[in-house]
């Protein structure tokens, strides 16, 4: 159960905020620059949060620690090479959010002598590290609809592709699966914190070390 104290709230809100709204930039970004200018036209290349931002996704993200975040609208037609202009630009968005965990950990671990362990910026720059690294490894677990399942697609060859596509709705049933287990497993049992959990705890060793 997430911790519902205030403070935390606070920062588990803006962490999350900044992630969700740099991830979907990310996206809209780099598919600009590969010749997708869907999200541009959109209004989309911006990094305002209020046009990323799913806001029932969000509430759900800070007070449960799931819900849809916001989305990026990609089409891999109108980019000069479809498949690997498609790649850049749905691996963009972990990319940016394992990038935002690494400058963030280097601050909390440069700072980390003079910050008060139960104070606001302490618990910020924490949300910070552990959030994106969440995002990052979250989303590119090969299951639709996450970009991981995209990037898989981008990357096989067209054989294999094609059956993946098939195979998108069996692999969303599955995901949904995983989602409802994760509230209802123990954490030695648990798929989704055993796949996540270790990485980040050898990250958050590592900073804290």
Do not use: C, K
Request: glycine residues 8%; charged residues 10%; aromatic residues 12%.
């Amino acid at each position: 159960m997430l911790s519902l104290d205030p403070l935390d709230l606070l920062a588990r809100a803006i962490a999350l905020l900044v992630a969700m709204t740099v991830h979907e930039f990310a996206h809209v970004y780099v598919a600009y620059r590969m010749g997708d200018r869907t999200g541009a036209d959109q209004g989309r290349l911006t990094l305002n949060p209020l046009v990323h931002i799913n806001p029932i996704g969000f509430l759900m993200g800070v007070l449960i620690g799931f819900g849809i975040l916001g989305s990026a609208p990609i089409n891999p037609y109108r980019m000069r090479n479809p498949r690997w202009g498609y790649f850049a630009a749905v691996g963009a968005g972990p990319l940016s959010n394992l990038l935002l965990a690494i400058v963030f950990a280097v601050v909390l671990r440069i700072f980390l002598p003079s910050l008060d362990f139960g104070g606001l910026l302490f618990n910020l720059l924490f949300m910070m590290v552990y959030l994106n690294l969440l995002l990052a490894l979250f989303n590119i677990i090969p299951l639709f609809p996450l970009d991981g399942w995209s990037v898989m697609l981008a990357l096989l060859p067209p054989d294999m592709a094609r059956w993946w596509q098939r195979n998108q709705q069996t692999s969303m049933y599955l995901f949904y699966g995983l989602i409802l287990l994760s509230f209802v497993a123990p954490p030695n049992l648990n798929p989704l914190s055993l796949l996540i959990g270790g990485p980040i705890n050898f990250f958050l060793r590592v900073v804290f070390s």
